[in-house]
């Protein structure tokens, strides 16, 4: 018999009505794992194959969330008991559902208490750039109840290099600061700054997500090696009891591969005339600066850093402060310009950075400049 996909479709409405609407379909031919993979969780930059799921049918679905209260609109979602339980009012402190997968095993997840109502998505990718990225949250039912408690639900992001079989894999499902994410190392006591509490009446979210408790959204990340075949498993599954179900949501579209590179910028140095002590253009300056504006509008650029220097007239802290407000009289002039950029930061760095001798006046117009960085945008 062909899979069946849970397909959770969250139509979410205001507080005001007395309860949430929820849809559930179910289908075997329309939307298997390997079409939901690549239509609703695949980026940029990456290609995949040997897309596989392990688990109950009801285990795997596509969430949909229109007003991203949950920081996602759309996704694939995993679950230890049926997806579409994620949905709706918090109506029990234990939700759950008994799947009837009490001696799941994964070779990859070694675990000291029996496992069971797994899930596991998984499957070979080959990515573009030197890293590949997603986004992510679990949640649980077990919150807060299980809180510094011996056994937490497994959950894990596991990526490894295809070649060389005894490669041990590396757990991506962590928080910026390397702490893996389970129960214990994310709830209203520990990272709690990641943490979305679901369990009282007054939560934003008790009427409209199960779950107790929850992440706010996290990114997974990983260096690789470009070009080469690697494996990522998603898994996540019950421990001692097959009770009180946990999720994890991927973001879609949001696994892709990036550059970590810091593209070399292109250096250029423009003299403007400003008058002494002062850091607003002349009106000659300013048609000069328009017309660079007009160029810089045909690129992109990745983000740009405008620095300011002056002579050595004067007293230093008092320069420091003056180069910085005419580097900032550039960067007024590029976001009013609109010039297409990530971002612009400007420095002010005084006379500390002569390009020639202050002792005429020849060298101290060519040490009042503003250097510019510009760095390419990203592939």
Known sequence: MKPIVAIIILLFVTQSQAQQSVS???????????????????????????????????????????????????????????????????????????????????????????????AVLEFDFIAQHDSVAFRFLFGSDEYPEFVGKNFNDAFALLIKPKKGRHTKPNNIGTLPNGTTV??????????????????YFEAP?????????????????????????????????????????????????????????????????????????????????????????????????????IIGHTDSTGNETVNKQLSLDRANTLALSFKKANIKTTYIRTEGKGSSLPLRSNNNENGHATNRRVEVLFYPKRQ
């Open 24 to 118: 559930v379909v179910m289908t075997n031919d329309t939307l298997k794992p390997a079409k939901m993979v690549r239509e609703y969780f695949m980026g940029k930059g990456v290609s995949v194959s040997n897309i596989q799921f392990k688990g109950h049918p009801n285990a795997l679905g596509i969430f949909e969330d229109k007003q991203q209260l949950t920081g996602f609109k759309k996704g694939i979602i995993l679950s230890t008991g049926r997806v579409e339980l994620f949905a709706g009012k918090n109506s029990r402190t234990n939700a759950g559902a008994n799947l009837m997968r009490n001696f799941f095993f994964d070779e990859d997840f070694i675990t000291h208490a029996e496992m069971c109502d797994g």
């Open 182 to 199: 389970m129960i214990n190392n994310v709830n209203h006591k520990k990272n709690s700054e990641w943490y979305v509490a679901n369990d």
């Open 205 to 305: 979210l008790y009427n409209e997500l199960e779950y107790d408790g929850l992440t706010k959204p996290i990114v997974a990340a990983c260096r690789v090696i470009p070009n080469q075949p690697y494996h990522l498993k998603i898994i996540i599954a019950d421990l001692e009891d097959c009770e009180y179900d946990s999720g994890v949501l991927l973001e879609a579209l949001s696994f892709g591969s990036y550059s970590t590179k810091k593209p070399k910028p292109i250096r250029k140095n423009y003299f403007f005339s400003f008058h002494t002590s002062e850091s607003a253009l002349e009106p000659m300056e300013s048609s000069k600066l328009k017309r660079l504006t007009d160029s810089l509008n045909k690129f992109t650029f990745d983000s740009i850093v």
